[in-house]
């Protein structure tokens, strides 16, 4: 073992596997704002401000390697209910609130964190537990 691993510069992308694709694109457009960069068949990339891509992956359509131009991605896939959670602004916590609520979407808890952060929980059309929280949620957030 070499001791230190190379330095990572942040989590690049985060995977969701849903049901129906454009249900799914519809909500986190709809809801978060967030603009596709790529759909086809089996997937839509969503940009999240920040630098990040929330990939939303057909449940089951990857599990087959994707040949591309630039070489071939490994398949992969996921069922169950999964988490994702997004940063806010301490001052956007109550917008937030209202926006949800606007959208139709319930609020299924929210939460004060052990460093003092504010989190709000809900579903997505697939099940899935996303979260909205700002800083405090971890001692690096």
């Known amino acids: 073992m070499s001791g230190t691993a190379p330095r990572v510069s942040g989590v690049l992308e985060t995977a969701l596997y849903v049901g129906d694709l454009d249900r799914s694109r519809g909500f986190y457009e709809r809801v978060f704002g967030f603009e596709p960069m790529l759909a086809d068949q089996r997937m839509v990339?969503?940009?999240?401000?920040?630098?990040?891509?929330?990939?939303?992956?057909?449940?089951?359509?990857?599990?087959?390697?994707?040949?591309?131009?630039?070489?071939?991605?490994?398949?992969?896939?996921?069922?169950?209910?999964?988490?994702?959670?997004?940063?806010?602004?301490?001052?956007?916590?109550?917008?937030?609130?209202?926006?949800?609520?606007?959208e139709g979407v319930a609020i299924e808890s929210r939460v004060i964190q052990t460093h003092g952060g504010t989190s709000l929980y809900f579903r997505d059309p697939d099940g899935h537990c996303v979260e909205v929280a700002t800083p405090g949620l971890w001692e690096n957030y």
């Not at 070489?71 to 917008?95: E, K, R, W, Y």
């Open 45 to 102: 990339a969503l940009a999240v401000p920040g630098g990040s891509v929330l990939l939303l992956f057909r449940r089951g359509g990857s599990t087959q390697p994707s040949e591309t131009p630039g070489g071939t991605i490994p398949p992969h896939d996921g069922n169950g209910t999964l988490h994702v959670a997004f940063g806010i602004p301490v001052a956007s916590l109550s917008a937030w609130e209202q926006h949800l609520r606007g």
